[in-house]
């Protein structure tokens, strides 16, 4: 008698763990303790037990008894809380939002990093510059027409003799190439991000201030094969290996060759469309190897020491990765913008 | 320039199709921008490099074909050179040249009896090509000899020069001149003229004078053909604001031979064309060009390049390119440079034009040794942290201009700095360089307020910019916005306050383990007057944070929203800046929290009281926080209630009850005494 009480116990606390929902546990609650229910069913057979057992059973049966009333109780109780009320769980989570990085920054970060990859030290450089390092010291004569392209905006009167004190907002990133080359001595390896500054008047594909990266390394025996090799590992990394690039001649004051460098175009693949003016090529970095003269006027050997550089516009690169067609766009901050960059 | 295909073809034979030859061109570096077919033509656009004039011409650019082709360019000399017996005409001029360093080279001569009309067909379609309108013939045959061979041509009505006299002279002060456009300009004696014995009748090398012009009615003109200093030109034509044609390509240099072929060239085509009689050339000045020659090894070359390249192959590129070559011993050559090339003065010049015409793709990508070297980069890793909390806060990152308006500029210049000024803006948007960020922040604000955005939270880390005697000052901060919703949701909606952008602030500080940050209120006339503070860094001011006053942001169009807005000099925070901070080590022992009310005067800040627990028992006491502030019903006028928490920990032993009590105890007392403080 006393075993078919303890497997009612056990058979009791068995179903009770499998209990999901209050209808099951009303169920059970009439399964045990109803009034035909299991323990009913005991308390009837009480007269019919051996009187000297009578005693204990009885006492037995309503412990047991109690304990399954306080249990179910208690489980009620919860369920009433959770259950009951129905949870939506498609609300959206809270408010957690994480802000963004600004697209041109997000770009130089990513230039930055394919260069670090390549052994370059990030620079900063002064935006506040004068004509010596905006011009003369690139080997850029100040009136002659290779000048025009470097409008400039100048913060003294360009009238006054002395160039190192003639203060201007730098119009290239070059600038630092002098800079870093005065305070230190070869090898170097470096890449001077930043902004500059043009009197160009502002439309979709000019603005006024803008952001250029420069990058150069001296070292000896540098030379053509490596700017080529550098470059070209840049600009896969940059924008894919299904890309192909050329380098062409071209003119700058502080470099000798000189090369411009186009990657097929990546919106038509080569075939040409408007953004490529239908040339099926992208003008993207300007390079050469550093002038002897630019060397010159920081005191290396050129004969010992050979370099070469590059620069190139951040929002042009921006623009053509992300597909963003007015320049303006990047300084208008509109948050629409903004947060679709991660 | 434009560059007419069929006048090209007359110099060379070229058997490839114009989109190749474009190419071709493109990979040597004179790149072809554009094409176009125009009638049974095609006309090609070229970028030409300021370094070289020499492409500035027909002629110019055939010689570039020929080399990149390797064809041979034919040209017929005898069209190009007046011989004795063409001299026919006896007329009889004086030239005087006064301002030789202004002008090396000038040469006239008078053609008479000249037929002035139309020009035949031919000479029409190539002006025409050029994009020009055909005018009359001797007009046509000067520009179309500035065309074939780059050199500036002129022709004077002869008859309208009183007294048969030329001068090449300064103008005099304040002396104006009618050009051909109809403009009228007064000169400088900075400025060089052709004048006749009373007037100018020309700017030299930018244009000529309407007085004298080729009409109709000519019948003897003067021709002139010159070489003017490219400095002279150039600076004229800028203060005169007029360029043209001539004045491009004397600003870049034309080659002194080709003043004498254009000369003659001319000469004989009016003389075909047009009829008349040509008189012997009057020449002033100095007429050798200068030949230069340069030293260059093959190792150089090599070295330069990263290639082996053949000797054949280098001398073969120099004699295409007209450049003659001797080997002095073996791979060393000595280039003697065509008086053309102006450009190539040092050995790498002719690198350059070895690589060129040898093909970029033909040199083979390699990556070179790595430098390596240690890294320090310690401001950007600064920069990149506060970008990571700055976002981790929510905020998006802008990149404002860094000039603006001059008037905002002095509104806003809360640290009465001097102001630079650009010297020549473009408009009042870049008038002066920023000496805050604070405006322009404000601008993007107001930009995303009136276009439906509610929520507004941004950043930008940029330069600042003023003068501090004689230097310029450039320094970079950190500037925060705040504006609208903080977040809109179900589950809430909550604006942004002052306590959100003083939250952002310190996330930003704590990240270099600099301490003594502090808050005192400020008085800066942008902000509310009793929302905002300075920010303090080992008692130094860093920066500050408040409420943009109302009637600030009204001038920025925004009506229904604060604007919270914070700047810090981030060159002051680098200053302190701990990047790699040692381990302290976790208590051991159990800390003990107690918590202290009292009603003291409102304008007591809570902080000073936090502060002031914690200095007092700063080994035992780890952290006091400012749990409750309440003021109103219960509270006495005038008074707040404020709520504090202590922990106390001691890292050497387990306090005990009575101990911390003690402790409690003296911290109430002393409240008492220090602040008049009513312990709850």
Sequence with gaps: ?342 | MRISYNWLKEYIDIKIKPEELADNLTMAGLEVTSLAKVNNDVIFEMEITPNRPDWLSIIGIAKEVSAVLSKKINIKRSAYFVSAKDETGNKKTTVELYDEDLCPLYTARIIESVQIGPSPKWLRDRIESMGLRSINNVVDITNFCLFELGQPLHAFDFDKLSKNTLIVRRAKNEESIELIDGSSKTLTTDNLVIADNDKPIAVAGIMGAKNTEVTEKTKNILLESAYFNPLSVRRTSRKIGISSESSYRFERGVYIENVFRAQDRATLLIRDICGGKPSKLIIKGKSQAQKNTITITKKYIDDTLGIDIKKATIKKIFNSLECTVKEKKRSVFIVAIPAFRKDLSQPVDLIEEIVRIYGYHNIPDDIPKLVGGERKEFRRKCIEKIQNVAIGCGLNEAITYSMLEKNVAEKFNYTNVEIISIFNPLSKQNECMRTTVLPLLLKSVSYNLNRQNQSVALYEIGNIYYKLGDKFVEKTVLSIALAGFKSYSWDGNKKFNYYDLKGIVEAVLKQFSVNNITFEPSVHTIFMANSQADVLLEGKKIGVLGTFSKELIKSFDIDNEDVYIAEIDLESVFKYAVLDNKFKEIPKFPYVQRDISIIVDEKILANSIASFIKKRESKLIQKVEIIDIYKGEQIPANKQSLAFSITYQDTGKTLTDGEVSKLHESVKTSLMKEFSAQIR
């Design chain 1, 1 to 342: 008698m006393f075993q078919e009480l303890d497997k009612l116990e056990k058979d009791f606390y068995q179903e009770l763990e499998n209990t999901k929902t209050a209808l099951e546990l009303s169920d059970i609650k009439t399964k045990y303790l109803g009034r035909k229910g299991l323990v009913a069913d005991f308390l009837k057979q009480i007269p019919s037990i051996a009187a000297d057992k009578r005693r204990d059973f009885g006492s037995r049966l309503n412990n047991i008894k109690k304990s399954i009333a306080d249990i179910i109780d208690e489980k009620e109780k919860k369920f009433s809380k959770i259950s009951e009320h129905f949870f939506d769980i498609s609300l959206p989570g809270s408010n957690y939002k994480v802000g963004t990085r600004h697209p041109i920054t997000i770009t130089i970060e990513r230039i930055n990093d394919i260069f670090i990859g390549l052994g370059f030290k990030i620079i900063e450089s002064p935006e506040i510059e004068n004509e010596y390092y905006n011009f003369q010291a690139l080997n850029i004569p100040l009136e002659h027409p290779s000048r025009d392209v470097f409008d400039t905006f100048y913060l003294e009167d360009p009238l006054k003799k002395d160039p190192k004190y003639k203060r201007l907002l730098r119009s290239q990133t070059s600038t630092a190439q002098i800079r870093a080359m005065e305070k230190q001595k070869p090898p170097l390896q470096i890449l001077a991000p930043g902004k500059v500054y043009r009197p160009d008047a502002t439309d979709a594909s000019h603005s006024f201030m803008f952001h250029q990266v420069e990058g150069f390394m001296v070292d000896k025996g540098i030379n053509f094969s490596h700017l080529k090799g550098v470059l070209s590992k840049f600009l896969v990394e940059m924008f894919g290996n299904k890309i192909k690039t050329r380098f062409r001649p071209h003119y700058f004051p502080f470099t000798e060759p000189s090369a411009e460098v186009d990657i097929s175009c990546i919106i038509c693949k080569g075939a040409g469309c408007s953004v490529c003016g239908q040339k099926g090529w992208l003008e993207i970095l300007g390079s050469g190897m550093i002038n002897p003269k630019v060397l010159k006027e920081v005191g290396y050997d050129s004969g010992k020491w050979q370099g070469f550089a590059f620069g190139m516009g951040v929002e042009r690169i921006a623009m053509l990765r992300y597909g963003i067609n007015d320049i303006r766009l990047f300084f208008d901050n509109d948050v629409r913008m903004l947060n679709q960059f991660k």
